[in-house]
């Protein structure tokens, strides 16, 4: 049994189209089948959410509405994910204990603070676990002052940005990413049909400009 905890920026590739998406499915898919804790902060139920509608909101007019109901989607399957009847996170609460530790990472280096909420978030989690005799948590994150300050603080840490194969990182290969969530479209999915479209309107000018000089 491991444990892991995502900052904001690690959940969001498991629902949002982009370098570290594999690795980050993968590895949500065999903490499901391995009974392995996925914790992430109270703050990542805003952050994830920011990032997910950003996202579609860079989308092309053409496209908006197919954009948005993905959106919707993609967010609901992230509560669904965060329910604490049977969700596949652990939601550390802002606890005032939370917001304490935090303050002091401030105190003692320039970490931004929505950063130090993560990181004393971890560094909870990582007590509780040491306590009750569990292993402490990966720390996971594609931020790398986050990760650096991680690091500081003895947690081992993992970017998924850096693995192209999720089998770098030695996770177990007891699942597969299958019923992972839908990812949001990037413009390269659009390719094809922007190029049809590109080469319909020159055509149809092109006729039209024939029919206008004809009548001259």
């Known amino acids: 049994m491991a444990s892991y905890f995502f900052d904001s920026c690690a959940i969001a590739k498991r629902y949002v189209r982009e370098r570290g998406t594999t690795y980050m499915q993968q590895l949500c898919a065999v903490a499901a089948t391995g009974n392995d804790d996925l914790y992430i902060s109270q703050l990542a139920l805003v952050e994830v959410i920011r990032v997910i509608s950003a996202k579609a909101r860079k989308q092309q007019y053409r496209h908006r509405r197919r954009r948005f109901a993905a959106r919707d989607g993609l967010i609901a399957q992230f509560e669904a ?3 604490p009847s049977g969700g596949d996170y652990d939601v550390l609460e802002m606890m005032p204990e939370v917001v304490a530790r935090a303050g002091n990472l401030c105190k003692t280096s320039s970490i931004k603070s929505l950063d130090a909420v993560q990181l004393a978030s971890a560094l909870i989690v990582r007590d509780f676990a040491l306590t009750g005799g569990d292993p402490a948590p990966v720390f996971v994150t594609a931020d790398g002052d986050l990760l650096a300050y991680a690091q500081a603080q003895g947690f081992t840490v993992w970017n998924p940005e850096h693995f192209t194969d999720p089998s770098e990182a030695n996770l177990p290969s007891r699942a597969s990413t299958s019923g992972s969530p839908d990812i949001l479209p990037t413009w390269r999915d659009f390719r094809f049909p922007a190029a ?4 319909r309107t020159v055509c149809s000018l092109s006729l039209s ?3 206008r000089l004809a009548y001259r």
């Open 209 to 211: 400009l024939r029919v």
């Open 196 to 199: 049809c479209w590109i080469a």
């Open 81 to 83: 994910h965060c329910d």
